[in-house]
T-cell receptor
Framework: AQSVTQLDSQVPVFEEAPVELRCNYS??????LFWYVQYPNQGLQLLLK??????LVKGINGFEAEFNKSQTSFHLRKPSVHISDTAEYFC???????????FGQGTRLTINP | DVKVTQSSRYLVKRTGEKVFLECVQD?????MFWYRQDPGLGLRLIYF???????EKGDIPEGYSVSREKKERFSLILESASTNQTSMYLC??????????????FGPGTRLTVL
């Protein structure tokens, strides 16, 4: 069975600093990878997803993620964060051909002025 | 824009009550999902449905049931609520049958407290 580990439960950063949120997965078969964001008091929305092709995926709000098959990682990055990026971020994986997303534990990103 | 709505944002129930959580999507999506979200555990799938009257168990179905009588509506039922079912419940939908690549669209969530 596949699993997803988000290595940091909380990440505090200063405004305009770069940030990386880490995600590792385990699966013996090919997977698709997703990052979702949950702003305060809202549901989740898709930031970006990796299906195939270029390992660097660009998403909304200036975020990007890199798929690294050898390290089974899909880390999320942003070069300069804004107060409005304060949210919880979830990494998720799905086996190709399956319908069940498996989510990581979430990383709470807090931006300090 | 896809819209997924949930009947209540906050709900307080007593132990042993039967609880209905309703979810409606307006984009004719095939698949609908119910998750619960708990701190440190992320989202865990309770049930999903890929067609009217069809349902599949997720990872934590115990203590829950679901109903999908119409394509746009997916209900989560707690037959006899217990305190360990206090949680945030999120509904989601996705467009195509049996597609792994689809984005899931989420409702705002229902925060259920069982006393």
């Amino acid at each position: 069975a596949q699993s997803v580990t988000q290595l940091d439960s909380q990440v505090p950063v200063f405004e305009e600093a770069p940030v990386e949120l880490r995600c590792n997965y385990s699966s013996s078969v090919s997977v698709y990878l997703f990052w979702y964001v949950q702003y305060p008091n809202q549901g989740l929305q898709l930031l970006l997803k990796y299906l195939s092709g270029s390992t660097l995926v660009k998403g909304i709000n200036g975020f990007e993620a890199e798929f690294n098959k050898s390290q089974t990682s899909f880390h999320l990055r942003k070069p300069s964060v804004h107060i409005s990026d304060t949210a919880e971020y979830f990494c998720a994986v799905i086996i190709q051909g399956a319908q069940k997303l498996v989510f990581g534990q979430g990383t709470r990103l807090t931006i300090n002025p | 824009d896809v819209k997924v709505t949930q009947s209540s944002r906050y709900l307080v129930k007593r132990t042993g009550e039967k609880v209905f959580l309703e979810c409606v999507q307006d984009m004719d999506h095939e698949n609908m999902f119910w998750y619960r979200q708990d701190p440190g555990l992320g989202l865990r799938l309770i049930y999903f449905s890929y067609d009217v009257k069809m349902k599949e168990k997720g990872d934590i179905p115990e203590g829950y049931s679901v109903s999908r009588e119409k394509k746009e509506r997916f209900s989560l039922i707690l037959e006899s609520a217990s305190t360990n079912q206090t949680s945030m419940y999120l509904c989601a939908s996705s467009p195509e049958l049996a597609s792994s690549t689809d984005t899931q669209y989420f409702g705002p969530g229902t925060r259920l407290t069982v006393l």
